[in-house]
């Protein structure tokens, strides 16, 4: 077939029954494992469905570009890929490769499930999907199978969408309600999230689980490998270093670390800011420029993305992480990766002041945090951490304590696959 083999190509792990086990769908943007942050969410939930349940669970992805489309098992994970265009996902082509991957992510869904009934007896058990259009591709697929759909809902991509693609912004409102609804259940990543979906979009209660975001604390830990890294980078080996790490959005504040760096700059000439990201039309458009216009060529390192396996050692490299975020809807409601990123390598954190956030970064405790949009503030807290190492050092190791204990994903994801009842998991009974 064009799309899916007649039979996986790799060789099924011992002890895997295929005839046996209940099955579960899972839509996913790139290959798994993870080469960056985009599927760690779902790649942990099917790890834990694995675990918990004991299931099978079917990935759904596109491949990278049509040269490299495959479908193999990786930790039990069947990972099966549509011939698609993942490297393009963020270029000038997105749009045009995202509505062709929802199609084709339906399609596949569609035929394995044919597949499965025809070789197995049984299909899928559910499907699941995080963020709205691949949840909207789930909730289609659910309906033409008849299986109950999963969504993972842990940003407001209408809210995202006001400033970096307003012309979606509206459409991207209905997508989410849509999907919300025609949902079995909705998973969030905070109490306030819950709180909004119930008041403002009129979702029962008991329909929304709350399950948040964390990290891989075994990866990203204090005592990775460093030797090297900063001279790679071109940093000084007693430079203080901050970093932005993730997607650069209006959003996201970056102008705003750019204008505290400057303040730094004053009184630390030798600061350093990394950024992990960067290249898209907001970062070259609004940062570039004001890096120049600031005078802080020199302070900036701009390496790109890197492997997400490499990020571990570059994060520990580093003194401070940063998090000038824009308190919007969006930020006001949602938990950020970097945050426990930064945090598992030990890291001090400078944050905005935001509401679910607030809950757990804590000013003095585990973090120092400041008014969004308040240049001044940051410069102060970033000053303040470069001056006083013992601070650093205790709100760092606070901010680890809390990652092992409470948002380490080995542990945070069985929440969510508790919901995975007996129920569900038979297919024959599903619906």
């Known amino acids: 077939m064009f799309f899916l083999r007649k039979r996986p190509p790799a060789v099924i792990p011992e002890g895997f029954d295929l ?17 960056s942050r985009a599927n760690l969410r779902m790649y942990w939930l099917a790890k834990a469905l694995i675990a918990e349940k004991r299931v099978m669970v079917n990935m759904v992805s596109p491949s990278k570009d049509l040269a490299t489309r495959r479908s193999y098992f990786v930790e039990w994970i069947w990972m099966n890929q549509f011939p698609g265009w993942a490297k393009h996902l963020y270029s000038s082509w997105r749009l045009p490769v995202r509505i062709w991957h929802f199609l084709a992510s339906i399609l596949s869904l569609a035929i394995l499930e044919v597949w499965y009934r025809r070789s197995y007896g049984r299909g899928f058990a559910a499907l699941h ?85 964390g990290t891989d604390s075994q990866t990203f830990r204090p005592d990775v490998p460093t030797t090297g890294v900063r001279e790679k980078l071109g940093i000084p080996a007693e ?37 992990l990201g960067g290249g898209s039309p907001y970062f070259d458009e609004v940062c570039r420029p004001l ?63 935001l509401k679910a956030i607030g809950e757990i970064a804590r000013d003095g405790e585990n973090a120092l945090v400041a008014k969004s949009g308040d240049a001044d503030a940051f410069a102060r807290a970033f000053l303040r951490l470069i001056e006083d190492r013992g601070l650093a050092a205790r709100l760092g190791h606070a901010g680890r304590e809390l990652v092992v204990r409470e948002y380490d994903w080995r542990e945070i994801m069985k929440k969510e696959a508790a919901v995975y009842t007996g129920e569900i998991l038979d297919s024959r009974s599903a619906g």
């Open 129 to 213: 999907a995080w963020n709205p259009l691949a949840g909207l591709a789930a909730v289609i697929a659910g309906k033409l199978i008849r299986r109950p759909v999963f969504v993972d809902f842990t940003d407001f991509y209408s809210d995202i969408a006001r400033t970096d693609m307003p012309l979606l912004s509206k459409p991207l409102v209905w997508l989410e309600n849509y999907v919300l609804r025609q949902a079995r259940c909705v998973f969030v990543v905070s109490r306030q999230l819950k709180e909004h979906l119930v008041r403002s979009h009129g979702l029962p209660p008991a329909k929304i689980h709350i399950v948040a975001d």
């Open 239 to 275: 430079a203080p270093v901050l970093v932005f790490h993730g997607d650069i959005k209006h959003d996201d504040g970056v102008d705003i670390l750019l204008e505290a760096l400057a303040k730094v700059a004053a009184v630390r000439p030798d600061v350093r800011l990394l950024i």
């Open 19 to 35: 005839d046996s086990r209940p099955k579960v769908g899972i839509l996913v943007e790139t290959t798994i494992p993870p080469v």
């Open 291 to 353: 890096i120049a216009r600031l005078g802080l060529s020199g302070n900036v390192v701009l390496p790109g993305w890197i492997p997400h396996n490499d990020v571990p050692a570059v994060l520990c490299a580093c003194d401070i992480g940063a998090m000038t975020l824009r308190a919007t809807l969006n930020h006001d409601h949602y938990l950020s990766f970097k945050l426990f990123e930064y945090w598992g390598c030990g890291k001090p954190v400078v944050v905005t002041r």
